[in-house]
């Protein structure tokens, strides 16, 4: 059983910055491909950033050169750096772990709101 808790949400100004939480348990490095994802309110759930056991990741076209996704195997935690934030990024963000048996995991989600 994989438990993702996600943190590092809030209210931010346009071209603000904030960076999002995802402490894995019991280990991130038995995981090998993580996610976020984000839902903006009559919208259907999309992936942002990914990123492999190997470090490879891969970006949405809308928050590539603003968003970094990178994983911490020593803290057991993902983390998304969102640079130049807009309010188009207003969502909620969610954590997302699939094992090597094909299961995938989903945290409860941290709400991300840019407005001046």
């Known amino acids: 059983q994989v438990q993702l808790v996600e943190s590092g949400g809030g209210l931010v100004q346009p071209g603000g910055t904030l960076r999002l939480s995802c402490a894995v348990s019991p280990s991130i490095i038995s995981i090998p491909a993580m996610a976020w994802y984000r839902q903006a309110p009559g919208k259907q759930r999309e992936v942002v950033a990914s990123?492999?056991?190997?470090?490879?990741?891969t970006y949405a076209d809308s928050v590539k050169g603003r968003f970094t996704v990178s994983r911490d195997n020593t803290k057991n935690t993902l983390y998304l750096q969102m640079n130049s934030l807009q309010p188009e990024d207003t969502a909620e963000y969610y954590c997302?772990?699939?094992?090597?048996?094909?299961?995938?995991?989903w945290g409860q989600g941290t709400q991300v709101t840019v407005s001046s």
């Open positions: 990123i492999s056991s190997g470090g490879t990741t």
């Open positions: 997302n772990a699939r094992t090597f048996f094909g299961i995938t995991y």
